[in-house]
């Protein structure tokens, strides 16, 4: 897929693979087959029961045949990188150098495309591995302005996505996310904030602060991801790519009036943008 002694450079090649950067260079350690088949079930698992934590998704995986303990959930939710709902108050201080924003779409009145950008990463397993899907989407239109995968959970591939969505449709008044440390870190915040954009973050574990995306995630897995074991990184990455061209351009939304995300975006979109 990368070849080193290619004429055209490394991060050339990763970009037009749809990869991040960082990607190209991890080198991952193995996973037990055992491991992989946990965790494509709690991933499924996950979708269906979103507030199950460790202790109840070790019960649900035992239920199913699964000899697995509680702390063994717990390390592979961390390493797929998701977490139950909580409604709790967030007590938990940011990480040095990482600041929580407020939520500001609490009652906010969504009525035009690029009035809000939401972002997050899902899990995506594979046949004999797994890599992480992060997408830019437009809020009131369900368009998906940009995505990436990574073999990694380190922030780069988070920023590319945004840097390729405001590169090809502009820039959102506000940008929300969740409060994971991709989001937090100075390079996405910092990013954010030098083009303008006012920065907005869900409550901690709530993931109904940020529903159009968890939708996109169950909708893509549903109707995709859990359809294919993707061979490779390429294979995933084509399946992916076809399937979001197809949300976008052919996939009616009832929220939409019957139209596409396409159709409802650029119905939006300032009259200078949407004949750009």
Sequence with gaps: MIEKDHDLSLACQAELLGISRG??????RPVPASDLALMRRIDALHMDYPFAGSRMLKGLL??????????????LMRRM????????????????????????????NVTRANQVWATDITYVPMARGFVYLAAVIDWFTRKVLSWRLSTTLET?????????????HGKPEIFNTDQGSQYTSTGFTGMLREAGIAISMDGKGAWRDNVFIERLWRTIKYE??????YASVTEARDGIGRYIDFYNERR????????TPDEAYGNELPPILAAA
């Design 156 to 168: 780069g591939f988070c920023i590319e996505a945004v840097e390729e969505a405001m590169a090809r």
């Design 252 to 259: 009616p939304h009832s929220s939409l009036a019957g139209r």
């Design 23 to 28: 990607s190209v260079y991890y080198r991952p």
């Design 224 to 229: 995709e991801i859990y359809l294919h074991a």
């Design 81 to 108: 990188g998701i977490e139950a709902i909580d409604r709790r108050p967030n007590t938990s201080k940011p990480a040095p150098g990482h600041k929580i924003y407020p939520y500001l779409l609490r009652n906010l």
């Design 62 to 75: 035992r239920r199913e045949g699964f000899e697995v303990g509680r702390l063994h959930v717990a390390t």
